[in-house]
């Protein structure tokens, strides 16, 4: 009895997962237009570190020599040593409908040769948007989760040294407005655009809300009427809507990765009439060079005659025929019986693409 690979395993376990999902809610699969998160940046500086920071000090030096001329303090820069601060930029993520006061998790990051930000502290940062404008402050202790230490002669070093977290180390000072109430209608976005997909949304929308509000504008764009009575309270209306289950379409996909070998193979991919044939070819050339040599009081040379020995082998292999009704669980169980391995499978796939007789996506990354 042949022995079932993990692949062909792990295969045979997304398509039963694929071929028995059902429906989903609606926000899973849609997001609200003009409801989203708005990404935040600064430049600051860590300070603190344990002669790990910037070693060549032109942006840092002049950056801490200004800020300590805001202080009241005249320094030189030209006789900073900043071996103890590096330069880093400031990222963090606002989500929609955040107010002033709430913390945001912010992440750090170096600018210079820093060998590590390990012990630093940030000094306070404006976080910007995209519009210029101060929306939260950062400002706190570097938590790094590894650690560094060396000396001249090497080092070792846990995890990436260079970028570090502050959990809850921003806060919002400005809000972004966003006014639901009032609203006439509402635009629904779907994740993954799909003509079937939107239809359905639409028809499960206007079902639950026993009127004719929603309509599909294109494959990934729907557009719902607010009922009046619910113009004054939107949250709820909203919802209400993310609360439906809806039963997403997708086209017929293989996606494959040759770097790592892995194959996902989507609901939904047949094979047209096709016969398929794959077995490996290997051949052996072993060199065997036979020396002859002569007695110690004989005349002659020594010579050397190459000896090559050529050896093949191919394996032997039924030939695959697959009919106009073959499905993805045929293939598998047929794959299966014939032990192929990841890179095989690719090959195979490919071989079937080329050929026409795949009716799926082959998408190769």
């Known amino acids: 009895m042949k022995k079932t690979t993990p692949l062909i395993i792990a295969l045979a376990a997304i398509v039963l997962f694929s071929s028995t999902a059902g429906a989903v809610r609606l926000k899973d699969i849609t997001s609200f237009k003009g409801i989203r998160t708005n990404p935040l940046i600064g430049y600051g500086m860590i ?3 344990n002669g790990t920071g910037d070693k060549s000090g032109g942006v840092v030096t002049q950056s801490m020599a200004n800020m300590m001329e805001r202080m009241g303090v005249n320094v030189d ?3 900073l ?8 930029m400031v990222t963090a993520t ?8 709430t913390g945001l998790d912010v992440t750090v990051s170096s600018l210079g040769d820093a060998s590590s930000l390990f012990g630093g502290t940030l ?7 995209v519009d210029g404008k101060v929306y939260a402050l950062a400002q706190g202790q570097l938590a790094l989760g590894g650690y560094g230490a060396g000396g001249d002669g090497g080092g070792s070093a846990k995890n990436h040294l260079q970028v570090a ?5 921003a806060t919002i000072e400005r809000e972004i407005p966003v006014r639901l109430n009032g609203k006439e209608a509402l635009t629904l976005t779907l994740s993954n655009p799909d003509f079937t997909t939107a239809k359905r949304v639409t028809e499960a929308i206007n079902e639950e809300l026993g009127l004719q509000l929603a309509r599909a504008v294109d494959s990934g764009t729907v557009q719902i009427g607010i009922p009046p009575d619910d113009r004054g309270d939107v949250t709820m209306f909203i919802a209400s809507l993310e609360a439906i289950d809806v039963t997403p379409d997708a086209v017929a996909k293989i996606v494959v990765n040759e770097k790592t070998g892995t194959v996902v193979i989507g609901k939904n991919v ?8 794959h077995g490996n070819l290997t051949i052996n050339v072993l060199e065997m060079p036979q020396v002859s040599q002569p007695n110690a009081l004989a005349e002659g040379e020594t010579v050397v005659t190459p000896q090559t020995e050529v050896i093949v082998e191919e394996e032997e292999v039924n030939v695959m025929l697959f009919a106009e009704t073959t499905t993805i669980g045929d ?3 047929a794959l299966n019986a014939i032990g192929v391995t990841p890179r095989d499978m690719i090959s195979i796939f490919q071989s079937i693409k080329a050929a026409g007789a795949l009716q799926a996506e082959l998408e190769i990354l």
């Open 77 to 79: 820069k030209s006789q």
């Open 47 to 49: 300070v603190g570190l």
């Open 331 to 333: 293939l598998i169980k």
């Open 270 to 277: 047949k094979i047209s009439t096709v016969a398929v044939t």
């Open 165 to 169: 977290k502050i959990p809850n180390g």
């Open 81 to 88: 040593q900043m071996k103890n601060v590096a330069a880093v």
């Open 123 to 129: 000094l306070v940062t404006p976080m910007k948007g």
């Open 94 to 101: 606002m989500p929609a409908f955040a107010r002033g006061g």
